[in-house]
């Protein structure tokens, strides 16, 4: 594995020897054969590791650039993801999905990176919430606009927006969002994610979801 720990690795990335004519049994356009590619992995064979990354890599960079603002720091998590895979797939049992495994490992790799990324106190979110004149109305006027943030997602012309409104939510509200909303981990599993209270999850799930609605809005509703 010395050589993986030592190279760039992105999806599409070849391992010298990996991948061409005759050195390995997975075949473009043919059903994978993921306990095989278990095995071969666990064997250590460098042309398992290429399919791996070429199979399964452009989806793990997706889920880091949900955790993350940059594609910089998404490849840097997948990176890492991939050799915290290799060193453990000697635990790997196949009680899951290879795909589902690989996933949580860069759920985690990618929240570990967070961490290690704070060094300055979090933004308030209170300037991202609905603001309430004494009559009780929103001080913001808007005109009605109720399309929800999921069904946005799945419109192309609308999700880049989506996730920029995203990206502009406090890391410790977006992060739970994401958790919850989009890769739909419980309550009490994001709370051990994060290491807070479930009611803490909560709470800070609805004020996220109360500020990525108010950002929805001034993209999406005109000002009356």
């Known amino acids: ?115 290690s990324q704070r060094r300055k106190p979090e933004e308030p979110i209170e300037g991202l919430l609905p603001a309430f004149g004494e009559d009780g109305h929103h001080v913001e006027q808007f005109s009605e606009w109720s399309a929800p943030a999921d069904r946005l997602l799945e419109r192309e012309e609308t999700r880049a927006v989506v996730r920029a409104c995203i990206d502009e939510l406090p890391d410790g509200y977006r992060v739970v969002l994401i958790l919850r909303d989009i890769e739909e981990f419980s309550t009490q599993e994001t709370a051990e994610k994060l290491d807070i209270t479930a009611t803490a999850v909560k709470v800070r799930l609805h004020r996220a979801r109360q500020a990525l609605c108010t950002l929805l809005r001034r993209q999406y509703a005109p000002l009356s």
């Open 1 to 115: 594995m010395k050589i993986v720990e030592s190279m760039r690795i992105t999806p599409g990335t070849l391992l010298p020897g990996a991948g061409s004519a005759g050195t390995t049994p997975f075949r473009q356009g043919l059903p994978l054969d993921e306990p095989a590619l278990v095995a071969a992995l666990q064997a250590g064979h460098e042309w398992a590791f290429e399919t791996m990354v070429r199979v399964y890599g452009g989806r793990l960079i997706a889920v880091a650039r949900r955790f993350t603002r940059s594609d910089e720091d998404a490849q840097d998590v997948v990176q890492s993801a991939y050799l915290n895979a290799l060193r453990a797939f000697h635990d790997f049992e196949g009680t899951a999905q290879l795909s589902t495994w690989l996933h949580r490992i860069v759920v985690n790799t990618a929240l570990m990176k967070l961490r």
